[in-house]
């Protein structure tokens, strides 16, 4: 028991859980309001579009790499889909345009796989390259403009409901959307991917050290390759979502989002230099960085400071991850001086 308390302790998951615990009784303190039941549901509802970014990110960083891009082309395939379905005057159910952004978000993410995995070039420089590319051609090339209305079967989707939770104190009401439950598919297919799959053995290997997962047997190429195809799909599934829950489409409401996803997931306990981490991690960081943004002004801090508490969640992730980086470097050269030097 001892055992698996100390190993416990030495993981992110127990810390970051403690620091969303403290917060959350903080904020009901002050206010008296977060354990509402529409206020938990608020939260929940917030979470789902953050975390099928994040889901897509942790996977990334746990291989070693980074992706930029996911905002801007989570931003393109959203808006294309939809003005290509009101132009055509659809009138259907939602799976045609989850169809359409699932098969464009996988075709955007294969051409950064492409580069990446097969041409072996920087992800950050790759990325950072596509997510100009996919902002000029969505602006550019498709002429962007705010979209005020959307497909019928996209409408009714983003206004359905599995509950609705109300506060018998303020009268106010919170709707479960729909759209959770397919966060929640997600978050269960990448869970079983990871745990149960060559492909999710494989990430970890490489991000670990890509020569001996190499060495070892994986097609790091190919793994890389439709590691950013998944991460292309997850971001435009996010992108048509948050077009469903707001009713429109606006071109570059999503742009700028990439440094928050990647604070929660570093916060989780994901090294930023790859092969450590939890998807458990990845949804707590992001969970504090949402209850961060949402729930400020329940303790009365204007909005206004959100910016300066998200960068200083930044700057803590980043230097969490720096620190494990450095104890693992650390201990792995004190065991490789104990083998090396001979006891007398």
Not at 94 to 114: E, R, V
Not at 216 to 223: K, P
Request: net charge positive; aromatic share 10%.
């Amino acid at each position: 028991m001892n055992k698996g308390l100390k190993k416990l302790t030495k993981r992110n998951e127990p810390y970051i859980f403690l620091v969303v615990l403290a917060l959350a009784l903080l904020i009901q303190f002050r206010s008296g309001q977060f354990f509402t039941g529409n206020n938990l549901v608020d939260i929940a509802s917030a979470m789902v579009v953050p975390g099928l970014f994040a889901v897509g990110t942790f996977m990334v960083i746990l291989s070693g790499g980074i992706d930029v891009s996911f905002p801007a082309l989570a931003s393109l395939t959203s808006y294309a889909t939809t003005k290509m379905l009101l132009d055509a005057g659809y009138t259907g159910g939602i799976w045609l345009p989850i169809l359409i952004s699932l098969s464009l978000g996988a075709a955007l993410g294969a051409f950064n796989g492409y580069f990446i995995g097969f041409l072996g070039l920087p992800a950050l420089i790759v990325t950072l390259g596509t997510s100009s590319v996919f902002k000029g051609v969505m602006q550019g090339a498709l002429n962007s403009v705010q979209l005020a209305t959307i497909p019928p079967g996209m409408q009714a989707f983003g206004t359905s409901s599995l509950f609705v939770a109300s506060n018998p104190l303020s009268g106010l009401t919170s709707r479960m959307p729909v759209a959770f439950l397919v966060f929640a598919s997600v978050l269960l297919v990448s869970f079983l991917i990871l745990r149960y799959t060559f492909l999710g053995r494989g990430i970890y290997a490489i991000g670990g050290n890509e020569v001996s997962a190499h060495r070892a047997g994986f097609n790091t190429r190919r793994t890389k390759f439709l590691l950013y195809v998944f991460v292309g799909m997850m971001a435009s599934l996010a992108g048509l979502i948050r077009t469903c829950m707001m009713q429109q489409n606006h071109p570059t409401n999503m742009l700028g989002m990439e440094m928050n996803i990647i604070a929660g997931v570093v916060l989780g306990g994901t090294a930023i230099t790859g092969g450590t981490g939890s998807l458990t991690g990845c949804m707590l960081g992001t969970l504090l960085i949402v209850i961060v943004e949402n729930s400020m002004i329940l303790i009365g801090i204007p909005t206004i400071w959100k910016s300066v508490f998200v960068g200083a969640l930044i700057i803590i992730g980043t230097g969490v991850s720096a620190w494990q980086v450095f104890r693992a470097n650390r201990v792995a050269k004190v065991r490789f001086f104990r083998k090396e030097v001979p006891t007398i």
